[in-house]
């Protein structure tokens, strides 16, 4: 069965450090990277993708890296504020062209 | 609201009892799932419909029974429950694609389902 690991399980920064995520897949199918924010008592959403032929999209704070080699991605949090605390997912499409598959989840403390 | 709305958002049962969870989307999604988050675990992947048809079922215990009357509603039927599916039940929609696989899934706000 197909896996994204994910890490670390849980990382604590202090307000404008930058929060690092990393998530590695596991077989040679690469199509599509989402990262999903999960606030306490919400479902996830939707924070930031990127596909292959790219190796770096940026919006706003948030960057995600992709390094097909190693067949890696990371979603760099810069300037990281107290309300970007929450469980971040990374996920993978894995060849499906519709099922996604989640990594275990990064919770992300930001201390003030 | 994000497109998909479950109901209800908390739901306290028995064992005994049967209840169901309600997940409805207006996204002309085709694709529905349900998971189960435990605290501090992370998501399980329970069931998947595609195009209403049942194309995933996790080695989910029987007691959990989904339903997918058409493509826009998805339900969970709950019997006999156990304390340890205590969790928050997720409803997720998405787009099925003929070509490539750029698909964001949108989630429900959840369930938080409590069995004493």
Redesign the interface.
């Known amino acids: 069965q197909q896996q994204v690991k994910q890490s670390p399980q849980s990382l604590i920064v202090q307000k404008g450090g930058i929060s690092i995520i990393n998530c590695a897949y596991e077989n040679t199918a690469f199509d599509y990277f989402p990262w999903y924010q999960q606030f306490p008592g919400k479902g996830p959403a939707l924070l930031i993708a990127i596909r292959p032929d790219v190796s770096e999209k940026k919006e706003g704070r948030f960057t995600i890296s992709f390094n097909k080699s190693a067949k890696q991605f990371s979603l760099h949090i810069m300037d990281s504020q107290p309300g970007d605390s929450a469980t971040y997912f990374c996920a993978w499409s894995g060849g499906s062209n519709y099922k996604l598959t989640f990594g275990k989840g990064t919770l992300l403390t930001v201390n003030p | 609201e ?1 497109g ?1 709305t ?1 109901t209800p958002r908390h739901l306290v049962m028995g064992m005994t009892n049967k209840k169901s969870l309600k997940c409805e989307q207006h996204l002309g999604h085709n ?1 529905m ?1 349900w998971y189960k988050q435990s605290a501090k675990k ?2 399980e ?1 329970m069931f ?1 419909y ?1 195009f209403k048809e049942q194309t ?1 079922n996790n080695s989910v215990p029987s007691r959990f029974s989904p339903e997918c009357p058409n493509s826009s509603h998805l339900f969970l039927h709950l019997h006999t429950l156990q304390p340890e599916d205590s969790a928050l039940y ?1 409803c ?1 929609s ?17 369930t ?1 389902l409590t069995v004493v």
Not at chain 2, 101 to 107: A, D, H, K, V
């Open positions: 994000t998909v479950q694709a799932y992370p998501l992947l998947v595609n995933e997720l997720a998405s787009q099925v694609l003929l070509t490539g696989s750029e698909n964001g899934y949108t989630f429900g706000s959840g938080r």
